[in-house]
């Protein structure tokens, strides 16, 4: 039976391995520290943080998520620890929420590795803090409990582990945020939470029986919403948002995404129905069955739904199967240490048995996840013909019929995600326009080693192939003169890549080449973020020359840092903290390795770049869980011509916009 707790209050623990699931709604750094009896940490080596996230007895996230999984053993602490503090923070300095009062009240639910629900907590009441002490797990006269704390601190983290004892508190939390900025740097930018229960139709769980059947020891399975959470408003321009974004600059200079909301109090397009599902079968997947104002908002948002789905049940899948191996050691265990039944046809038995047991478990929870994969692979094969041009892959025969179009879209597909229990269900990886963040195309030798057969010049000029696709894309999705396109290519050796943008004349100005090209294209974009900046912080856009062009612009800029100096450095750093703000955007195409030469003065810019590769790679993450997701790049199939047809008319639109 599950005890919701108040704060102060406490429960005992039934069972000594649990996970503590923390649901945030915003992406939060959930920690640990471990302490003995009179409540003192001893060092940093008793702190579980994104940097550090293993200690014995004790796993916590490798990054900030809305999401965390705390994996704690208490029979496995070491001798001297008595107490385990769960610790919530906010990662500062990511542009993110600075206090817990803008976010949602945090949730804490203490689990059975069966996922049953043991206790629960919501942290209410935070404001100015941006660090809480969430649960304490302490033990006493030989019994393990747990107690609500919900200790918030104004000083944030550094306060929070100072006041638990710990002399190097500053030092300590800033080597916490670094590493949970180096994890923020691969994850994919949270969408909003969902607006209600029952949204977005969970196919997942349509099957009838399924709550009696399915969900047994074997394959815990998290809830579609971990816990209680007030309402919110909702946010301005963000992904899903039916709220337009706030104008607060001159007609022509705004540079938010334009409202979809067509009345103030017009109640969203109802999302189409499934028919009726037969008893005992799953329901028929609809395209655009989530909320939305418009058919694009709705598949946008029942895309971000199939994502956060598959995540979910491979989370619950990975932890059925740890659990299964717990319980076999276990059991191993105790019948290796009863010297009886070490040899003979007993331990034979007995260890069959115990691995019996792990077999029929994997077994059932590889059966649960196998029926929400198909679920899942049924619905992406109706959403996917369904999707706008700005939302297919580039062999969707929407692009054949395309037309420039008339607005902006809500998103742009980067490629596609898959995990590897799931290979066959590829998932859009959508970013909103318009841009907030740049990227960095990888030309790198991949962590994965899956590319280990491509030579440094072909991943070259793969990376700058990946590079124009996008780059087309986004000029494709763009109504004509809305967006702009300019290069650096120091080196000039990507002509062969750039080909079908300098083929179809849809860049601004011809590719800048040489210490002079890199010089006048920053000068030029430099010059442009300064002169919009002050004309909107002024009130006085309408002071701008008239031949700036104050659409969107994007900056490739290839095989960074060949032909920069240090001058341009500044400048490119510039542009990526200050451009997407007023329209202008980034995108480069390196290898970090050839910029490790500057030292650790380009870490903010690699961080604030979202990394991507030209071959599959597995380096993103999901704001949800943090599964390690393998990235598909979103490539021209080879032979097409769909490039050429598109960039055509873009061309024509441009030049008929320009008249």
Same mark, same amino acid.
């Not at 909107?536 to 800029?557: K, N, S, Y």
């Not at 961080?607 to 790679?617: G, I, K, Y």
């Given at each position: 039976?599950? =005890?919701?707790?108040?704060?102060?209050?406490?429960?005992?623990?039934?069972?000594?391995?649990?996970?503590?699931?923390?649901?945030?709604?915003?992406?939060?750094?959930?920690?640990?520290?471990?302490?003995?009896?009179?409540?003192?940490?001893?060092?940093?080596?008793?702190?579980?943080? #994104?940097?550090?996230?293993?200690?014995?007895?004790?796993?916590?996230?490798?990054?900030?998520?809305?999401?965390?999984?705390?994996?704690?053993?208490?029979?496995?602490?070491?001798?001297?620890?008595?107490?385990?503090?769960?610790?919530?923070?906010?990662?500062?300095?990511?542009?993110?929420?600075?206090?817990?009062?803008?976010?949602?009240?945090?949730?804490?639910?203490?689990?059975?590795?069966?996922?049953?629900?043991?206790?629960?907590?919501?942290?209410?009441?935070?404001?100015?803090?941006?660090?809480?002490?969430?649960?304490?797990?302490?033990?006493?006269?030989?019994?393990?409990?747990?107690?609500?704390?919900?200790?918030?601190?104004?000083?944030?983290?550094?306060?929070?582990?100072?006041?638990?004892?710990?002399?190097?508190?500053?030092?300590?939390?800033?080597?916490?945020?670094?590493?949970?900025?180096?994890?923020?740097?691969?994850?994919?930018?949270?969408?909003?939470?969902?607006?209600?229960?029952?949204?977005?139709?969970?196919?997942?769980?349509?099957?009838?029986?399924?709550?009696?059947?399915?969900?047994?020891?074997?394959?815990?399975?998290?809830?579609?919403?971990?816990?209680?959470?007030?309402?919110?408003?909702?946010?301005?321009?963000?992904?899903?948002?039916?709220?337009?974004?706030?104008?607060?600059?001159?007609?022509?200079?705004?540079?938010?995404?334009?409202?979809?909301?067509?009345?103030?109090?017009?109640?969203?397009?109802?999302?189409?129905?499934?028919?009726?599902?037969?008893?005992?079968?799953?329901?028929?997947?609809?395209?655009?069955?989530?909320?939305?104002?418009?058919?694009? !908002?709705?598949?946008?948002?029942?895309?971000?739904?199939?994502?956060?789905?598959?995540?979910?049940?491979?989370?619950?899948?990975?932890?059925?199967?740890?659990? *299964?191996?717990?319980? @076999?050691?276990?059991?191993?265990?105790?019948?290796?240490?009863?010297?009886?039944?070490?040899?003979?046809?007993?331990?034979?038995?007995?260890?069959?048995?115990?691995?019996?047991?792990?077999?029929?478990?994997?077994?059932?929870?590889?059966?649960?996840?196998?029926?929400?994969?198909?679920?899942?692979?049924?619905?992406?094969?109706?959403? !996917?013909?369904?999707?706008?041009?700005?939302?297919?892959?580039?062999?969707?025969?929407?692009?054949?019929?395309?037309?420039? #179009? @008339?607005?902006?879209?809500?998103?742009?597909?980067?490629?596609?995600?898959?995990?590897?229990?799931?290979?066959? =269900?590829?998932?859009?990886?959508?970013?909103?326009?318009? @841009?907030?963040?740049?990227?960095?195309?990888?030309?790198?030798?991949?962590?994965?080693?899956?590319?280990?057969?491509?030579?440094?010049?072909?991943?070259?000029?793969?990376?700058?192939?990946?590079?124009?696709?996008?780059?087309?894309?986004?000029?494709?999705?763009?109504?004509?003169?809305?967006?702009?396109?300019?290069?650096?290519? *120091?080196?000039?050796?990507?002509?062969?890549?750039?080909?079908?943008?300098?083929?179809?004349?849809?860049?601004?100005?011809?590719?800048?080449?040489?210490?002079?090209?890199?010089?006048?294209?920053?000068?030029?974009?430099?010059?442009?973020? !300064?002169?919009?900046?002050?004309?909107?912080?002024?009130?006085?856009?309408?002071?701008?020359?008239?031949?700036?062009?104050?659409?969107?612009?994007?900056?490739?800029?290839?095989?960074?840092?060949?032909?920069?100096?240090?001058?341009?450095?500044?400048?490119?750093?510039?542009?990526?903290?200050?451009?997407?703000?007023?329209?202008?955007?980034?995108?480069?195409?390196?290898?970090?390795?050839?910029?490790?030469?500057?030292?650790?003065?380009?870490?903010?810019?690699?961080?604030?770049?979202?990394?991507?590769?030209?071959?599959?790679?597995?380096?993103?993450?999901?704001?949800?869980?943090?599964?390690?997701?393998?990235?598909?790049?979103?490539?021209?199939?080879?032979?097409?011509?769909?490039?050429?047809?598109?960039?055509?008319?873009?061309?024509?639109?441009?030049?008929?916009?320009?008249?």
């Amino acid at each position: 039976m599950t =005890v919701e707790l108040v704060r102060g209050q406490n429960a005992p623990l039934p069972q000594t391995r649990l996970e503590i699931r923390v649901s945030a709604g915003k992406p939060i750094v959930a920690g640990a520290t471990l302490s003995d009896a009179q409540g003192k940490v001893r060092g940093a080596e008793w702190i579980a943080h #994104p940097g550090s996230p293993q200690l014995p007895g004790l796993e916590v996230s490798q990054q900030a998520a809305a999401d965390h999984r705390l994996a704690v053993d208490l029979e496995a602490l070491p001798d001297p620890v008595e107490r385990v503090n769960v610790l919530l923070a906010l990662p500062v300095g990511v542009g993110g929420p600075v206090r817990f009062g803008a976010v949602a009240a945090p949730f804490i639910a203490v689990t059975g590795l069966d996922g049953s629900e043991v206790a629960s907590y919501t942290i209410t009441d935070l404001d100015p803090e941006s660090a809480v002490v969430a649960l304490e797990l302490y033990r006493r006269n030989g019994v393990w409990k747990v107690r609500a704390v919900g200790q918030g601190y104004a000083g944030g983290l550094a306060e929070m582990l100072a006041d638990q004892g710990l002399g190097q508190s500053r030092e300590i939390a800033t080597q916490i945020l670094d590493a949970v900025a180096r994890g923020m740097a691969r994850s994919v930018a949270a969408p909003p939470p969902r607006t209600a229960e029952g949204d977005r139709v969970r196919h997942t769980a349509a099957t009838a029986g399924s709550a009696a059947g399915d969900h047994t020891a074997g394959a815990p399975q998290p809830p579609a919403t971990a816990g209680p959470a007030p309402a919110q408003p909702p946010t301005t321009g963000g992904p899903g948002s039916s709220v337009p974004p706030e104008q607060s600059t001159a007609d022509g200079i705004n540079y938010a995404h334009p409202g979809r909301r067509p009345a103030a109090a017009a109640p969203p397009t109802p999302p189409p129905t499934a028919p009726p599902a037969q008893p005992g079968q799953p329901a028929q997947p609809v395209a655009g069955d989530a909320t939305g104002w418009s058919m694009e !908002e709705r598949l946008y948002n029942q895309v971000w739904g199939m994502f956060e789905d598959l995540a979910r049940t491979t989370a619950a899948y990975r932890s059925a199967v740890d659990f *299964a191996e717990s319980r @076999m050691e276990q059991e191993l265990d105790k019948v290796l240490s009863d010297p009886r039944s070490r040899i003979g046809g007993t331990g034979d038995a007995a260890r069959e048995a115990a691995r019996a047991k792990q077999t029929a478990l994997v077994d059932q929870a590889r059966a649960v996840l196998d029926r929400d994969l198909a679920q899942l692979k049924a619905e992406a094969e109706v959403v !996917e013909p369904a999707l706008p041009p700005a939302f297919a892959a580039w062999d969707n025969p929407v692009w054949q019929a395309y037309r420039v #179009p @008339m607005e902006i879209p809500m998103a742009l597909r980067l490629g596609d995600l898959h995990l590897p229990e799931s290979a066959d =269900v590829r998932i859009p990886l959508l970013m909103r326009l318009p @841009m907030e963040r740049g990227l960095w195309i990888d030309c790198g030798r991949s962590s994965s080693g899956s590319v280990t057969f491509h030579d440094s010049a072909e991943l070259h000029r793969l990376a700058m192939d990946t590079a124009v696709a996008h780059a087309a894309r986004l000029l494709a999705v763009y109504p004509a003169g809305d967006f702009s396109v300019h290069v650096i290519d *120091a080196g000039g050796s990507a002509a062969g890549s750039l080909a079908p943008l300098l083929q179809a004349g849809v860049l601004a100005h011809p590719p800048g080449h040489g210490a002079a090209g890199v010089t006048e294209v920053l000068a030029r974009l430099t010059k442009r973020v !300064e002169l919009v900046q002050m004309a909107i912080r002024g009130g006085a856009t309408d002071a701008l020359p008239p031949d700036l062009d104050t659409g969107e612009q994007l900056l490739i800029v290839h095989d960074f840092p060949h032909g920069f100096d240090d001058r341009a450095v500044t400048q490119l750093r510039y542009l990526a903290d200050e451009g997407p703000a007023v329209g202008v955007h980034l995108m480069l195409v390196a290898d970090r390795e050839d910029a490790s030469a500057y030292g650790p003065i380009l870490d903010p810019l690699w961080r604030s770049l979202l990394r991507l590769t030209p071959v599959p790679d597995d380096h993103l993450a999901d704001p949800w869980i943090g599964h390690a997701w393998t990235y598909q790049p979103a490539l021209v199939p080879p032979g097409s011509s769909v490039l050429q047809q598109v960039l055509a008319q873009v061309a024509q639109a441009r030049r008929e916009w320009g008249r």
